[in-house]
């Protein structure tokens, strides 16, 4: 079956759902919208929704189909008058998952749980235990250290060493503890660091000053008070790219976020120095100044990547100024300043 492209549309009253199924059997197509679910089917097309508020299909409208444009909409009538779904743009989350395009965690959400309705009929000792602080445990020596996001994925280390090889500095991955990682990364640093290189750059900025004053996107959106919008085909991608959710504790969280915000860095980097186009320099300049894709660091605090950023952006790159890497900072805080969109956009 095929996932069809879709819109999601809200009124005060009413949630429009557009999809584009020019193939679509019209005989055989059908509707649920059950509390917060949405089915569609229309071989070869079928959509399965999940959407932030309840809706109902209404009594008294129905479905149209646009023979000419292929486009099903239909208005889901809200369960609560008024209410506001919100970044129905972002159609992505709304999917349920594609197991096909996601990496397999250690541990994943498969399906909401609801609380049972007799709990008060646990005794007392038990609704102590369940509510008991945990605490994670250190990783074990005979565990296998994992990379990838939030450390879930363990096993063909040796094979992605050598394959991305000019850009992933850790040399035995799967041997190197987690806590580990950071030391050598600041060894290896300091050993690279070219003190002519940064020199030059220092005496003669007059390309680098352009490069700083060079306007950026995010920041025309700041200064204009403007929201970010996704275009169409970055939505389609969202569609394309699919859902999952995880389950993380707070720190897996915190530092999934972190890691975010390294690599975020790196591409506001190769943003500026090339003016807003990515050159066939591009995808090593991301990975080599980011510490979360070359040595698979695991980051706790803000400090922690913000150091490890300007110490990679006066090492590795074409240009290496300090005034630069600064500025490429203020980049990173406007970008996540702007939200979820934003981000989208840059990854």
Not at 61 to 85: A, C, H, M, N, P
Not at 118 to 134: G, L, P
Not at 227 to 243: I, M, S, V
Request: charged content about 30%; hydrophobic content about 40%; glycine content about 4%.
């Amino acid at each position: 079956m095929l996932t069809p492209n879709f819109e999601l549309k809200q009124t005060d009253r009413h949630v429009i759902l557009e999809i584009k199924a020019p193939l679509a059997n019209i005989a055989r197509t059908e509707l649920v919208a059950d509390d917060f679910n949405v089915f569609f089917s229309s071989p070869p097309y079928y959509l399965r929704l999940k959407l932030p508020g309840q809706v109902r299909e209404s009594l008294t409208e129905s479905g149209t189909y646009d023979v000419d444009g292929g486009i099903f909409t239909f208005r889901l009538e809200k369960v609560i008058e008024g209410q506001d779904f919100e970044d129905l743009d972002l159609i992505g989350k709304f999917l349920f998952a594609h197991k096909k395009y996601q990496a397999r965690p250690k541990i994943e959400v498969l399906d909401d749980v609801l609380p049972s309705s007799n709990s008060e009929s646990e005794d007392e000792d038990e609704e102590q235990f369940w509510i008991a602080q945990q605490t994670v445990p250190a990783e074990s020596p005979l565990t296998t250290p994992g990379y990838g996001f939030a450390n879930k994925i363990t096993g063909n280390g040796e094979a992605l060493r050598e394959e991305f090889y000019e850009i992933i500095e850790l040399m035995d991955l799967e041997g190197t503890p987690v806590a580990e990682r950071r030391l050598r990364r600041e060894r290896e640093e300091l050993a690279r660091f070219s003190d002519d290189h940064y020199l030059a750059d220092f005496m003669e900025p007059s390309e680098i000053n352009a490069i700083i004053e060079f306007k950026a996107p995010w920041e025309e959106l700041l200064d204009n008070k403007l929201e970010c919008k996704l275009t169409q085909d970055e939505t389609e991608y969202l569609k394309d790219l699919g859902n999952r959710d995880y389950l993380l504790d707070a720190q897996a969280a915190k530092s999934a976020l972190l890691s975010l915000a390294d690599i975020v860095f790196a591409y506001a980097y190769n943003f500026r120095t090339f003016t807003g186009e990515n050159t066939v320099e591009s995808a090593w300049t991301i990975n080599k100044l980011s510490a979360t894709l070359s040595w698979f660091q695991t980051f706790e605090t803000a400090v922690e990547v913000k150091v490890a950023c300007m110490r990679r952006s006066l090492i590795y790159p074409l240009y290496r100024h300090y005034a630069l890497s600064m500025k490429v900072l203020e980049d990173t805080v406007k970008i996540l300043k702007l939200g979820r969109r934003q981000i989208l956009k840059c990854l």
